[in-house]
């Protein structure tokens, strides 16, 4: 259990986001001999799934009373409303960092 968590998670804005994987359906178990040397498949990684993945790591991992703090790009006006929750969760604060015109 963490009192915090504090990352800046991949948004795919300059390189595709990914994760491990593999992207066929038949996937094959990789022999025990090689595993060490083995680099796995990536497959693309969604914004979206990030960001639940992020809440989901964070609801399990965090005491109660914890916190996540992360970045989160975006190019338009948003309200609170508009940023991702978790049913364990609720959002503290959010803070506008953009730049004045």
């Known amino acids: 259990m963490f009192d915090a968590?504090?990352?800046d998670p991949p948004y795919g804005i300059r390189a595709g986001a990914r994760k491990a994987g593999s992207r066929k359906s038949d996937v094959k178990v990789v022999?025990?001999?090689?595993?060490?040397?083995?680099?796995?498949?990536?497959?693309?990684?969604a914004v979206e799934?990030?960001?639940?993945?992020?809440?989901?790591?964070?609801?399990?991992?965090l005491r109660l009373g914890g916190r996540?703090?992360?970045?989160?790009?975006?190019?338009?006006?948003?309200?609170?409303n508009?940023?991702?929750?978790?049913?364990?969760?609720?959002?503290?604060?959010s803070f506008d960092l953009s730049l004045p015109p």
């Open 31 to 45: 022999p025990t001999d090689i595993r060490v040397k083995h680099i796995p498949q990536t497959q693309p990684y």
């Open 49 to 61: 799934d990030v960001l639940v993945d992020l809440l989901d790591l964070a609801a399990q991992n």
């Open 82 to 93: 508009d940023l991702p929750s978790h049913p364990v969760s609720y959002l503290a604060h």
């Open 68 to 80: 996540l703090v992360f970045l989160l790009p975006c190019t338009y006006d948003f309200e609170d």
């Open 5 to 7: 968590i504090v990352c």
